[in-house]
């Protein structure tokens, strides 16, 4: 992890939110998890909750896992005024993903969004994999270095951007099918108000039975 975006730096850009954000759920887990049966879930890095919030209201149960305590303050809030029955499906865990070990060959699904690891990368990604359930699914999305626009709206430095293909290759091909490895472009509204193109890395494999 870049020294830059420790415990601090998140819990300042969340603190910073005089009134939570209502956001909408990542277009690449929309577009990767709408057709799988729920089951149980890991959201690693779930900011102010909306990914978890969007699998909890399909039935999923959601572990969701954020170094922010105040990310997780905006997200319960949200999470209640969005219905106690699938807020209810959702438990709220402050931790740090590199050095949580979340329980081995136990969620349906794993999905983590962005979330700025550098150093720890490979290590915490490892981890993520291993906590997925046989016949389960690991969705990784993140920004690849090539998307114009990424730096100027995040200022993330290179070290946290991947390619799918970069996280693929950590997998062991006897235990994995890789389903999705690719770039793919996004559409944001940036702070000033006007529209940009994101570009992704997704990377969506199925741990084989
Ligand atoms: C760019 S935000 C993405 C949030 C959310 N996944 C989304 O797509 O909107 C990165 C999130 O990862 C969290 N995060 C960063 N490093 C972390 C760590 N070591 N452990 C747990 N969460 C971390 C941050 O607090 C932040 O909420």
């Not at 490979?122 to 359930?133: D, H, I, K, N, S």
Request: glycine share 10%; charged share 25%; with cysteine.
């Amino acid at each position: 992890m870049t020294e830059e975006f420790g415990k601090d730096f998140w819990e300042q850009r969340y603190r910073g939110h005089t009134a939570p954000r209502v956001r909408q759920p990542n277009a690449q887990l929309v577009a990767e998890a709408a057709a799988l049966a729920p089951g149980a879930a890991l959201d690693a890095g779930c900011g102010e909750g909306a990914d978890a919030r969007w699998l909890a209201g399909r039935g999923w149960r959601v572990t969701a896992v954020d170094i922010a305590a105040a990310a997780l303050e905006h997200a319960r809030e949200q999470a209640e005024m969005s219905g106690a029955e699938a807020a209810e499906r959702i438990d709220w865990v402050e931790a740090d993903l590199t050095t949580w070990v979340p329980p081995a060959d136990h969620f349906d699904l794993v999905s983590t969004h962005y979330v700025h690891a550098a150093a720890s990368r490979e290590a915490l990604f490892g981890r993520l994999a291993a906590a997925v359930a046989p016949g389960g699914t690991l969705l990784v999305v993140g920004h690849h270095p090539s998307g114009h626009g990424t730096a100027a709206v995040h200022g993330a430095p290179r070290e946290v951007h991947f390619t799918a293909e970069e996280i693929a290759a950590d997998l062991d091909a006897a235990r994995w099918e890789i389903v999705v490895a690719e770039a793919r472009t996004r559409s944001v509204t940036g702070h000033g108000g006007q529209e940009l193109t994101l570009e992704d890395a997704v990377l969506r494999a199925r741990k084989r039975p």
